[in-house]
């Protein structure tokens, strides 16, 4: 079951946030672009139309090294008729040597939170780059620029940027103002969960349990399914767990 998606954050934000969180749990190798998009209920085609702009990619290849030219004149048929002024970026890269591919392929794979590695294979050569994007500095700034416009009455949204500060690590010190101040407009057991889990991580597992406990009753009603509960009430073991550990040192 997906969390609740603010509906003051853009498509584009949605997406990015998204990606991030799946990237978070699951590993990047295990998540697909139709993952990310059916996280935030598009198909994976529609994903393209929310990041706009085209660009045609040029090799110019030689022994030692190849070329890689950046051109911002997309649809382009070859190289004939390629404007240089209209270059964006080049730059070098070494070709290696790899398993043999009948057909010429071009692949882009996640290596990485925060970039990806495009890769031409053909025959026994392969040339690869990466391709690095801020992704955290990218969801920031969606959300606070969603927080300042949110209304006085959208708890989602705070929510929202608890949960990333959380799961990224980033802005920890804010996270629990911005929960506290969600629940006082809002209530949602997503929220509840939230804040076992920020007091626990701070230690603090009693006051932990009560808010996952309540979670839990509370997704009974929101139609979440048994696995969840089942997590949930393992994590709650754990930290009953760990404070028994806690007692004995």
């Given at each position: 079951?997906?969390?609740?998606?603010?509906?003051?954050?853009?498509?584009?934000?949605?997406?990015?946030?998204?990606?991030?969180?799946?990237?978070?749990?699951?590993?990047?190798?295990?998540?697909?672009?139709?993952?990310?998009?059916?996280?935030?209920?598009i198909?994976?085609?529609?994903?393209?139309?929310?990041?706009?702009?085209?660009?045609?990619?040029?090799?110019?290849?030689?022994?030692?090294?190849?070329?890689?030219?950046?051109?911002?004149?997309?649809?382009?048929?070859?190289?004939?008729?390629?404007?240089?002024?209209?270059?964006?970026?080049?730059?070098?890269?070494?070709?290696?040597?790899?398993?043999?591919?009948?057909?010429?392929?071009?692949?882009?794979?996640?290596?990485?939170?925060?970039?990806?590695?495009?890769?031409?294979?053909?025959?026994?050569?392969r040339?690869?780059?990466?391709?690095?994007?801020?992704?955290?500095?990218?969801?920031?700034?969606n959300?606070?620029?969603?927080?300042?416009?949110?209304?006085?009455?959208?708890?989602?949204?705070?929510?929202?940027?608890?949960?990333?500060?959380?799961?990224?690590?980033?802005?920890?010190?804010?996270?629990?103002?911005?929960?506290?101040?969600?629940?006082?407009?809002?209530?949602?057991?997503?929220?509840?969960?939230?804040?076992?889990?920020?007091?626990?991580?701070?230690?603090?597992?009693?006051?932990?349990?009560?808010?996952?406990?309540?979670?839990?009753?509370?997704?009974?009603?929101?139609?979440?399914?048994?696995?969840?509960?089942?997590?949930?009430?393992?994590?709650?073991?754990?930290?009953?767990?760990?404070?028994?550990?806690?007692?004995?040192?």
């Open positions: 079951m997906a969390d609740p998606v603010t509906a003051t954050t853009s498509r584009r934000a949605q997406l990015l946030e998204a990606a991030a969180v799946a990237f978070g749990r699951r590993g990047y190798a295990a998540v697909g672009l139709g993952d990310i998009a059916a996280a935030v209920g198909s994976a085609p529609a994903l393209y139309r929310h990041f706009p702009g085209k660009y045609a990619l040029f090799a110019v290849p030689a022994r030692e090294k190849w070329q890689i030219v950046v051109n911002s004149q997309a649809d382009q048929w070859g190289a004939y008729f390629r404007d240089a002024k209209k270059d964006v970026l080049s730059f070098d890269v070494t070709p290696v040597a790899g398993p043999e591919e009948e057909w010429l392929e071009f692949r882009i794979e996640p290596a990485s939170k925060n970039a990806l590695r495009v890769e031409m294979a053909w025959e026994k050569l040339v690869a780059f990466p391709v690095e994007f801020d992704v955290t500095g990218i969801v920031w700034k959300i606070d620029a969603a927080i300042a416009a949110a209304d006085p009455k959208d708890y989602k949204t705070l929510y929202q940027a608890a949960k990333y500060a959380f799961q990224s690590g980033e802005r920890k010190e804010k996270a629990a103002g911005w929960l506290d101040e969600a629940m006082k407009r809002g209530q949602s057991f997503w929220m509840d969960e939230l804040k076992g889990d920020l007091l626990a991580e701070a230690g603090k597992y009693r006051e932990a349990i009560p808010y996952v406990e309540k979670a839990i009753e509370g997704s009974k009603k929101a139609g979440a399914p048994d696995a969840w509960r089942d997590g949930a009430r393992k994590k709650i073991d754990g930290w009953r767990e760990k404070m028994k550990d806690g007692m004995k040192g």
